[in-house]
């Protein structure tokens, strides 16, 4: 008989899909999830790597469970990717660098790089089961690595840069 302490929450399994579907890629890119149980907690899962230059890139996910209501139809859950470089170890502390950014993937592809391969630049990946969380994560995934890391590297810059 399990407890209630023993059972998945809602971010323990989004966790698990997304270490499962874009971990081995980010981490053989350099990227380690950080080990933060109070933001996970809250739906927020941070990848980290640190460049040669001195500066770090974030690849965060933000994970909003949504139980089925009127409103919401039926879709029970969405995430959002969000990209920081910045010279701060700490994603959300405050840099003067001339290199320090912040935008969501979605912003990134579509209108620095002009890939409409997303509805719009404000994207949030919606899914109602673990199929379709593991299809969304591989998407984000494939675009985080086709366009955010090398964009967070300084290796591929936009149009508009």
Do not use: C
């Not at 350099?30 to 927020?44: F, H, I, R």
């Not at 139980?67 to 405050?94: C, M």
């Amino acid at each position: 008989m399990n407890s209630n302490s023993e059972k998945k929450t809602a971010t323990d399994h989004f966790r698990t899909i997304l270490a499962t579907v874009v971990g081995q890629a980010f981490e053989a890119a350099g990227y380690t999830m950080e080990d933060s149980p109070v933001k996970q907690a809250g739906g927020l899962f941070r990848y980290r790597a640190t460049y040669e230059n001195g500066l770090y890139g974030f690849i965060e996910f933000q994970f909003l469970y949504l139980p089925t209501t009127e409103w919401s139809g039926n879709i029970k859950s969405r995430f959002r990717v969000s990209l920081v470089r910045t010279d701060q170890p700490n994603a959300q502390a405050r840099s003067q660098h001339p290199d320090f950014a912040r935008k969501t993937l979605s912003e990134l592809v579509v209108n620095d790089f002009g890939v409409p391969i997303l509805p719009s630049p404000n994207h949030w990946w919606h899914f109602n089961n673990t199929d379709e969380l593991g299809r969304a994560l591989a998407e984000a995934g494939h675009l985080a690595i086709g366009y955010g890391m090398p964009w967070l590297s300084g290796d591929l810059k936009a149009s508009s840069e």
